[in-house]
């Protein structure tokens, strides 16, 4: 559970600057859960009722936009029943944030990850349609015909696809880009083809890149790039 400094979770309802709050600790004017606590190292958790002269008071949470380059071995669950690792170990802040969507967990790359749930709601509902580029290294080469068919669109689980963009690279690389979401898409849309992808990794989300962000390093998203994403959504 993330612990917060008392004097940052005081300063974070707006209440006071961090001094200040500092202040109000000293003076008892603040309390934990009915005791007042004049430590300054005090740490509080989610749940805790924190009263500053007598009133309950609840920080103002600051939105946060993250990419990750998920290496394969993470879960994008925020808890797993076989303690796996998770993706969220590997981002050591204050603030608790959560997947905006999911990648398998033998799959690597572009993660995006915020507490802002409104805009992760709007970013994957299938509506918003946005786009996400693969590369896929697979067992053989495929034709041309099979090519096509992976554009046209292949029985996965019963549906069609969406008609997907798809380009052979070096080898038996393939990049692939949908923006449809469903369960493990593209090792099924291969699979189709009776085709094994061996390595997939993200390397674009939207107008998010992954670019040279080494695997398992994280960054939050610029301004230039969290206003792209949300013109994606603000149709
Ligand atoms: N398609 C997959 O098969 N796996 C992912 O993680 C994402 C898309």
Redesign the pocket.
Same mark, same amino acid.
């Given at each position: 559970m993330i612990q917060i400094r008392l004097q940052k979770y005081i300063r974070d309802a707006g209440i006071a600057s961090r001094r200040s709050a500092e202040d109000l600790i000293r003076q008892g004017r603040v309390k934990v859960n009915g005791v007042v606590v004049r430590e300054l190292g005090s740490k509080v958790v989610e749940g805790d009722l924190v009263e500053v002269n007598g009133k309950k008071i609840v920080p103002i949470e600051e939105k946060i936009y993250i990419k990750i380059n998920k290496p394969v071995g993470f879960v @994008?669950t925020l808890k797993d029943e076989f303690d796996r690792p998770i993706i969220t170990d590997l981002i050591k802040i204050d603030t608790r944030v959560f997947p905006v969507g !999911? =990648? #398998?967990? #033998? @799959?690597s790359g572009l993660l995006l990850l915020t507490n802002d749930g409104d805009l992760s709601n709007k970013l994957i509902h299938p509506s918003s349609e946005i786009e +996400?580029k693969?590369i896929?290294n697979v067992d053989s080469t495929l034709s041309d015909e099979e090519l096509d068919k992976l554009r046209k669109g292949v029985m996965v689980d019963g549906k069609m696809t969406h008609p997907a963009k798809v380009f052979k690279r070096r080898g038996n690389n393939y990049e692939i880009i949908?923006h449809e979401?469903?369960? !493990?898409? *593209?090792? +099924?849309?291969f699979a189709s083809l009776s085709k094994r *992808?061996l390595e =997939?990794k !993200?390397l674009e989300f939207g107008n998010i890149k992954l670019g040279d962000l080494g695997l398992g390093d994280w960054k939050i998203l610029s301004e230039i790039e969290l206003e792209g994403l949300r013109k994606l959504v603000d149709r």
């Open positions: @994008t !999911r =990648l #398998d967990m #033998d @799959t +996400k693969y896929a949908i979401g469903r369960n !493990r898409q *593209v090792r +099924k849309m *992808v =997939l !993200r």
